[in-house]
């Protein structure tokens, strides 16, 4: 499995997706456009639509429709990075190696480009050409608000937040990071469930390596912010312990939270045992999970 290949392929099919929605309309809107397109195109892992490609894969469903499912997602990701770094929240200045939106763009321009991702996931979650199957779409749509809101991501980051030069054990840091990460992380991998009309009760296997690979996914990004190349990382290293964050590190160590983040991976793979080589991509996912200096 050439994962490097696959990051690329699936990130310039979303790019391209990218492109056609952000396109400029000629006019007072193009300052808007022109901020959602410095934050989504040609940067990041695009670790979650490349998740929903993988599940997807396992049961058949056409990689275009995956591709627009995991867009989708990755719209809601972008949405939360630009208002992440906002100064209200991190107060950032560098994503992905360039500056972040408010920062090029402006306070106003970066609050409406991430208003405007999260009503373009929904939009291209909700279209025909995601899925023809209606009561599908529905569930994809209703999976993602859950995902995406206050029992989900940004509940997360409220309980981040609030968490700030507090003192907080291994439950609680889990607990922050599974809704504020490891939600739409979970949710990437059961899009492709839910596009290949696998029941409920079949997905608790693919929930398991979803939940395995989004905390050692954490704790990979919590180990690059404890001891990472701001360089290689392309954004700012080191702030969660000035900010008093706790994470996985400052609560097990560096060398317990690398040592949990293999045993994490080992988990997620386990639950991919009855399947055979069209599990690759999977595999590969959780392995990069940790295996990553960005």
């Known amino acids: ?19 056609h929605y952000l396109a400029d309309r000629g006019d007072g809107r193009d300052h808007l456009f022109a901020a959602m397109r410095h934050a989504a195109i040609g940067g990041g892992k695009r670790l979650r639509p490349l998740l ?20 989708a997602i990755e719209a809601i990701h972008v949405y939360s990075l630009i208002h ?33 991702f999260h009503a373009i996931a929904f939009e291209i979650m909700a279209e025909a ?33 609030a968490a700030e030069g507090q003192q907080s054990d291994l439950a609680a840091v889990t607990r922050l990071q599974q809704l504020k990460t490891g939600a739409l992380i979970e949710y990437a991998v059961e899009a492709g469930t839910i596009m290949g009309r696998l029941p409920e009760e079949g997905r608790t296997r693919y929930r398991g390596y979803a939940r395995n690979i989004g905390l050692a996914f954490q704790i990979a990004d919590d180990l690059i912010d ?25 609560v097990l160590g560096e060398e317990r939270a690398r040592a949990q983040a293999g045993i994490l991976v080992d988990q997620a793979i386990e639950h991919l045992h009855d399947h055979g080589a069209e599990a690759d991509l999977l595999r590969a996912i959780a392995r990069f999970a940790i295996n990553r200096d960005r």
């Not at 499995?1 to 492109?19: C, H, K, N, Y």
């Open 129 to 161: 050409a995601t899925h023809e199957d209606p009561f599908v779409r529905s569930e994809l749509v209703l999976e993602l608000a859950r995902a995406s809101g206050p029992d989900g991501m940004a509940g997360g980051q409220m309980l981040d937040l």
């Open 84 to 116: 992440d770094d906002l100064p209200c929240m991190d107060d950032d200045d560098l994503r992905r190696g360039k500056p972040t939106v408010h920062k090029a763009y402006g306070e106003a321009a970066a609050v409406l480009a991430g208003d405007s």
């Open 226 to 250: 404890h001891a990472g190349d701001e360089a290689a990382a392309g954004k700012r290293v080191g702030k969660d312990a000035a900010a008093g964050k706790a994470t996985f590190v400052s």
């Open 52 to 71: 929903t490609v993988a599940s997807a894969r396992l049961f058949g469903v056409d990689e275009a429709r995956a591709i627009r499912a995991g867009a």
């Open 1 to 19: 499995m050439d994962l490097g290949s696959e990051i690329r392929r699936v990130g310039d099919a979303v790019d391209q997706l990218f492109q």
